[in-house]
């Protein structure tokens, strides 16, 4: 499938005048710009992200309450527990919580639903099996609770607080909670508005500290909030957030926490990945994150949990082997769902009529549809819902692109769904099956009216059109600075124009599916890599060339690379 390239629009002057004023380069510059930057001082703490500038966290919604709560439960010597969710979100602010109550004198259990039989967030049947194993009078919700109104008034009626900690989007009316620490509700979205539960679980961890040292709490005036960062981190990155505002500074302090953990759990995980010494970003969301992710998304949670809370390697070891060894039956299970959904939209797909793709089978394992529907999605590029379960409820997972808010059009097919919620990107729902087939008609109207032809073309953001001169090793060393990269701060990628081979091009890999090229310009050559270049058409003649630039290093030499993202006729 061929990319739409949208290239940002050169600003030359902008990007010369930060460039003079801040000693950097122009190339740095443009891309600085091309993340929303015209301001010398708020590049500035982009660049050295420091936690000395996170906001105070009671500028959240309600966080103060929410802290007025807890203390009194802390001076009643009243037990609570703590709802997770059962994502790596989830687990890692459950834990974070649980930790930091717990050494600060609160008596606080720890419920993670049960994925299979009690669904998704808040819901009744999860409250009321985590009420029979700790019945308490306080409930702090993690991760979910922001939709939960008809629960949350059963558990009022019960005798029973709760406290909502979570990031998702709001109903209307928002469920009657004593508070509902949500950023959603707040207008400060400089700060707050992209923060995860790991990071929220943070900021409440901050305001208990900071109210603590002036109320004499304790044990908070010498607590360390830094060492459970890594945690944070965890949580941040497996949840796909944006890296910008307080996340790039929680994320930043956090991988360095990471690689230098002494959490049990943690090490024995890395080990078990085989991950290396140091951690980088994919290394934390593609080999971390779905091993903690695994025993949630096939039943529960709980020895994700264990594994974080694990205090010695002896006992956290057997847990992360466990995790492992679940973690590739989850990925047995979603290759055989993806390879069936792939199949059964590509006998019926019609790129001219169908806007969304809705698929669903008896059975699919519901613990594994969000993977496969953003497999589904890469492939087709289309918003795609996968739906599994029973004979009488379907539960499923969404993914979208820009430009049509999934949680928004769920809201419109209201009156079709048993539940739903979820993000812009990313939502879920239950749905009786017989509802599917006007499910996928009313999504598929919405999207029409939504989204334009051209929406339907997965786009290529390319910061800037570069001579080859451009991409040297120093100048990758200083756009290094740009880093933790991800959503909302996207790693930098360029094109060059009218290029050709230098030499020939040379295929590897063991079925000869991947392309090293070397292309010039004329008067600079650079290697450059083809990942999965497969059998496709490769470039003849003069050609320009998408690029993701990057340094490769061998046998202790280090060298330019770029990693090819696409190509076209010059």
Request: aromatic share 6%; glycine share 8%; hydrophobic share 45%.
């Amino acid at each position: 499938m061929k990319f739409r390239w949208l290239p940002a629009p050169s600003q030359p002057l902008l990007a010369g005048k930060l460039a003079a004023e801040l000693q950097i380069s122009p190339l740095l510059a443009q891309c600085l710009v091309n993340r929303g930057f015209s301001e010398p001082a708020a590049i500035g703490n982009f660049l050295k992200p420091r936690l000395k500038n996170l906001a105070d966290p009671f500028r959240l919604p309600n966080m103060a309450a929410a802290v007025e709560r807890l203390l009194l439960a802390h001076r009643q010597a009243e037990p609570l527990v703590i709802f997770g969710d059962y994502d790596v979100d989830g687990v890692t602010s459950t834990t974070l919580l649980l930790e930091v109550l717990r050494r600060l004198g609160w008596s606080a259990d720890a419920y993670l639903p049960n994925r299979l039989d009690e669904g998704y967030g808040l819901s009744r049947d999860g409250v009321e099996n985590c009420l029979k194993k700790f019945p308490v009078k306080l409930l702090l919700a993690v991760d979910c609770g922001s939709t939960a109104v008809d629960t949350i008034a059963w558990l009022h009626g019960q005798g029973v607080e709760v406290i909502v900690l979570d990031h998702h989007q709001v109903s209307d009316p928002p469920p009657a909670a004593v508070a509902l620490v949500n950023p959603q509700l707040s207008g400060d979205i400089q700060n707050f508005q992209e923060l995860c539960s790991a990071g929220l679980a943070f900021k409440l961890a901050h305001a208990l500290v900071k109210r603590g040292r002036e109320t004499g709490l304790p044990g908070a005036a010498e607590f360390d909030l830094r060492p459970l960062l890594d945690l944070v981190a965890l949580g941040t990155i497996a949840d796909l957030v944006p890296l910008t505002g307080e996340n790039r500074i929680l994320v930043t302090a956090g991988l360095e926490k990471l690689n230098a953990t002494a959490r049990p759990g943690i090490i024995a995980l890395k080990a078990v990945a085989q991950s290396p010494e140091i951690l980088g970003m994919h290394d934390v969301g593609f080999q971390l994150a779905p091993r903690l992710n695994a025993s949630g998304r096939l039943e529960t949670a709980e020895q994700s949990l264990q594994l974080l809370l694990a205090t010695n390697l002896a006992e956290a070891t057997p847990l992360a082997q466990n995790l492992d060894a679940r973690n590739r039956e989850r990925q047995t299970i979603e290759r055989g769902i993806t390879d069936e959904a792939a199949g059964a939209v590509r006998a019926k797909f019609n790129p001219q009529t169908d806007f969304v793709i809705v698929e669903g089978r008896l059975l699919w394992h519901i613990g594994v549809v969000g993977i496969v529907a953003s497999r589904v999605l890469q492939e087709f590029y289309r918003p795609t819902i996968i739906l599994g379960g029973d004979a009488g409820n379907w539960r499923g997972s969404g993914r979208s692109i820009a430009g049509f808010d999934l949680a928004a059009a769920l809201r419109e097919c209201d009156d079709l769904l048993l539940r739903h919620g979820g993000h812009a990107m990313a939502a879920g729902l239950s749905i009786a099956p017989d509802r599917v087939d006007q499910f996928r008609a009313r999504l598929n109207d919405l999207a029409r009216r939504a989204l334009k032809p051209e929406d339907l073309q997965p786009p290529l953001r390319l910061d800037a059109e570069v001579g080859l001169a451009e991409i040297t090793l120093d100048s990758l060393d200083e756009l290094e600075q740009l880093k933790p990269t991800g959503m909302g701060n996207p790693a930098v990628q360029f094109c060059a124009l009218k290029l050709a081979h230098k030499k020939p091009l040379q295929r590897m890999g063991a079925n000869k599916q991947h392309v090293k090229l070397w292309v010039t310009d004329g008067a600079v050559t650079h290697e450059a890599v083809w990942w999965n270049a497969g059998d496709g058409s490769l470039p003849v003649g003069k050609f320009d060339l998408a690029f993701a630039p990057s340094v490769n290093e061998f046998n202790g030499r280090r060298n330019v690379q770029l990693k090819v993202l696409d190509c076209r006729a010059a």
